[in-house]
């Protein structure tokens, strides 16, 4: 069964310093592969996905994620952050094939420090 | 610009109470999804709809059911609603193939 871990539950870094979050998956095939971020009190908005092609994608506000295939990673980095970048970001993988369901991981809190 | 929307952002409803979630969505999408959000369990899938009056059980579908008549809207039920079902709901469309989900802004239930 597809799994994806994202192993800091929480992170604090200073604005203006370079960010990077973690996801590891477990999947049997090539997956699509996505990064979600969640503002306090709302749903989940798209940053990036990926499905193949260039393993460096980019995405809205400044993000971007590269797929590593042989540590089985899709890592979510900016290289400076903003004050409004705080939230939670969420991992997703989903199957390549007609199915629809996308696996989340259990999320890492950014915090912001001024 | 595409959407979904879910029908009440806060809800306060008694125990033993049947309530009803609704969601709506614009996009002419196949699939429908309805999550729960806790802290620290992450997002966990209750039911998805793949078609019209079809249905799917996700990971924790106890105490719930869903019902989708028509393409745009689906409806989570909580027959006798619990403490225990006091969370976030996301409901989620998507189109299929390569798109992700597209996310509603939640409804945060507490029963008491």
């Known amino acids: 069964a597809q799994s994806v871990t994202q192993p800091d539950i929480h992170i604090t870094v200073s604005e203006g310093a370079s960010l990077e979050l973690r996801c590891n998956y477990s999947y049997g095939a090539t997956p699509y592969l996505f990064w979600y971020v969640q503002s306090p009190g709302q749903g989940l908005q798209l940053l990036l996905k990926?499905?193949?092609?260039?393993?460096l994608v980019q995405g809205i506000k400044g993000f971007e994620a590269e797929f590593k295939r042989s540590q089985s990673s899709f890592n979510l980095r900016k290289p400076s952050v903003h004050w409004s970048d705080a939230a939670e970001y969420f991992c997703?993988?989903?199957?390549?094939?007609?199915?629809?369901?996308?696996?989340f991981g259990g999320g890492t809190r950014l915090m912001v420090k001024p | 610009d595409v959407k979904v929307t879910q029908s009440s952002r806060y809800l306060v409803k008694r125990t033993g109470e049947k309530v009803f979630l609704e969601c709506v969505q614009d996009?002419?999408?196949?699939?429908m999804f309805w999550y729960r959000q806790d802290p620290g369990l992450g997002l966990r899938l209750i039911y998805f709809?793949?078609?019209?009056?079809?249905?799917e059980k996700g990971d924790i579908p106890e105490g719930y059911s869903v019902s989708r008549e028509k393409k745009e809207r689906f409806s989570l039920i909580l027959e006798s609603a619990s403490t225990n079902q006091t969370s976030m709901y996301l409901c989620?469309?998507?189109?299929?193939?390569?798109?992700?989900?597209?996310f509603g802004s939640g409804t945060r239930l507490t029963v008491v």
């Open positions: 990926y499905f193949s092609g260039d393993t």
């Open positions: 989620a469309s998507r189109q299929g193939g390569i798109n992700g989900y597209t």
């Open positions: 996009m002419d999408h196949e699939n």
């Open positions: 997703a993988v989903g199957p390549n094939n007609a199915g629809n369901m996308l696996t």
């Open positions: 709809s793949y078609d019209v009056k079809m249905k």
